[in-house]
Each structure stands twice: as structure tokens, then as C-alpha cells.
């Protein structure tokens, strides 16, 4: 069973960047699309981003523009690029596939806050 593990939240002011990895522990290279996916407080899960093993992308509309998925099917790696941070993308992140096929990992904080 390959694990997930993210990485790269923290603490950023409005209009800042971080960038999130993850990192699993098989191969990924058989996953068409790896996405990444947010929960904020007292609301359900969502996909964010997606790509497939082409390099197609798919963003929701809320982040469109802001954020950029890339993935390293040789690393076994998953990134997100946030740019442009506002407070309403404060959540937990996650990656998984999409549709989800692997167990949660335990995601990353990103706080968006002046």
C-alpha cells in the first residue's frame, strides 16, 4: 500500500507563496491523474488540483491562476506551487489520486493570516 506524506505548509501573509510536496512511498507512474486536494475548518474536502501523467492540469476555480501541480513520476513526487495566497485557502492540504485510491496521509497546514 503506498503511503503519502506532504510537506511545505506554514504561516504565509496574504498575497504570499509556499510550495507543497509530497512524497510516496511506491510508484506512482500507473496513477493517471494525482491530485491535491484541501480541507478547510467545518467544511468538506476538495480537489484543488490535478494532473496526469501526461502533464495535464485541472485547477478549481477558486485557485486557478494562483496555484501550479506538477509531478515527478521518477521521484514519486507530487508539488504545488501557491502563489498569490489568500485567507480563504487556509487548510489542511492533502494529496491522493483522483479519484482516490490511497489512504489519507496526514496532510499540511497552510495558514494564510496578516
Known amino acids: 500500500q503506498v503511503q503519502l506524506v506532504e510537506s511545505g505548509g506554514g504561516l504565509v501573509q496574504p498575497g504570499g507563496s509556499l510550495r507543497l510536496s509530497c512524497a510516496a512511498s511506491?510508484?506512482?507512474?500507473?496513477?493517471?491523474?494525482m491530485g491535491w486536494y484541501r480541507q478547510a475548518p467545518g467544511k468538506q474536502r476538495e480537489l484543488v488540483a490535478r494532473?496526469?501523467?501526461?502533464?495535464?492540469?485541472n485547477y478549481a476555480d477558486s485557485v486557478k491562476g494562483r496555484f501550479t501541480i506538477s509531478r515527478d513520476n521518477a521521484k514519486n513526487t507530487v508539488s504545488l506551487q501557491m502563489n498569490r495566497l489568500k485567507p480563504e485557502d487556509t487548510a489542511v492540504y492533502y494529496c491522493?489520486?483522483?479519484?482516490?485510491?490511497?489512504?489519507w496521509g496526514p496532510g499540511t497546514q497552510v495558514t494564510v493570516s496578516s
Open positions: 494532473v496526469n501523467g501526461g502533464g495535464s492540469t
Open positions: 511506491g510508484s506512482i507512474f500507473s496513477i493517471s491523474y
Open positions: 491522493n489520486s483522483n479519484p482516490t485510491t490511497f489512504s
